[in-house]
């Protein structure tokens, strides 16, 4: 029987694995850490990234990567982005002759400015690979919550197939063939999702946080076509979607990572927000595309100590006055 394989046994992975066994998917769920899935395998719950949710049956966890991807035919790579490289390496002896990669984390490489798909297609060239992203909570999908998001890739019949296989009653995949758009949407959001936190976590109101959101929908706008993406990507559910989403809400890892720094809290306790990681090469890449984002930079320097709070919201408030549009 075909069936999914899950690499990533964090709050996300958990859930898609969850989400896709209710549906009658056999799924192996693979971890590195060996205490998260012996937990999984023994209380059918996982207590550290995903607490409180009864996880089915037809979830069979694993630390053994040759067995998760046994007789798969979808392969959802869940890990974080600045990890991705180092599991993709170990792939190929392991990987069915049939199966398709879907990326599912948001970010790009810091060290190299490097797409997660750009990643998979050095590493593993020939396969299919598509991108799943969109605004999507983990406790929300792993609860069968109404979700929509977009699964997108180069070839628009892969990506058709892709959203046939991956939507359920609850998850709706919209096809997409603007796999750097969907991909440049996720990634700069987090970015943006910071900086909303920071409004709100150093108490400057909601009208501020609106304001911020919607300079940050432009930018990402902007930067998103010079990597490559289409305008109406970025502002669908993988751009403007996912934007809103995060930069709303205390579940985002991202806004609620801002929101820390923006109390002037300690950070070293919180759990990973991709941002962190992508602020510097989403504002290196700016800068070489040409593109003005203030933004983006402005937490790039808060996250690198060039600047502190009150000076980057200084900066933000400061900013030249011009006409809104053009």
Known sequence: MSRIAVLGAGAWGTALAALYARGGD???????????IAAIDAERENPRYLPG????????????LAEALAGSDVVLLVVPAQSLAGLAGRLAEHLPAH??????????????????????????????VGVLSGPSFASDVARGLPTAVTVAA????TADALARRLSTESFRCYASDDLRGVEAGGALKNVLAL?????????????AQAALVTRGLN???????????????????????DLILTCSSPQSRNFAYGAALGRG???????????????AIAARLARESGIEAPI???????????????????????????????
């Not at 056999?26 to 998260?36: C, E, M, S, Y």
């Not at 009150?310 to 030249?320: S, V």
């Open 195 to 207: 900086a909303a936190g920071v409004v709100i976590g150093r108490g400057l109101g909601a009208s």
């Open 99 to 128: 199966a398709t990669l879907v990326l599912c984390a948001k970010g790009i490489e810091r060290r190299t400015g490097r797409f997660m798909s750009d990643i998979v297609v050095e590493t593993l060239p020939d396969r299919p």
């Open 219 to 241: 930018e990402l706008r902007r930067l998103g076509e010079a990597l490559g993406g289409r305008p109406e990507t970025l502002m669908g559910l993988s751009g403007l979607g």
């Open 265 to 279: 809290e300690d950070l070293s306790g919180l759990k990973l927000a991709e941002g962190v990681f992508t602020a």
């Open 26 to 36: 056999p799924v192996r769920l693979w971890g590195r850490d060996a205490a998260t």
């Open 53 to 64: 949710i009864t996880l089915p049956p037809l979830i069979r966890p694993t630390t053994d």
């Open 296 to 326: 983006v930079e402005t937490v790039a320097e808060l996250l690198s100590g060039e600047l502190s709070v009150d000076e980057a919201a200084q900066r933000l408030l400061m900013r030249p006055l011009k006409r809104e549009v053009g």
């Open 154 to 157: 180069t070839d628009g019949e």
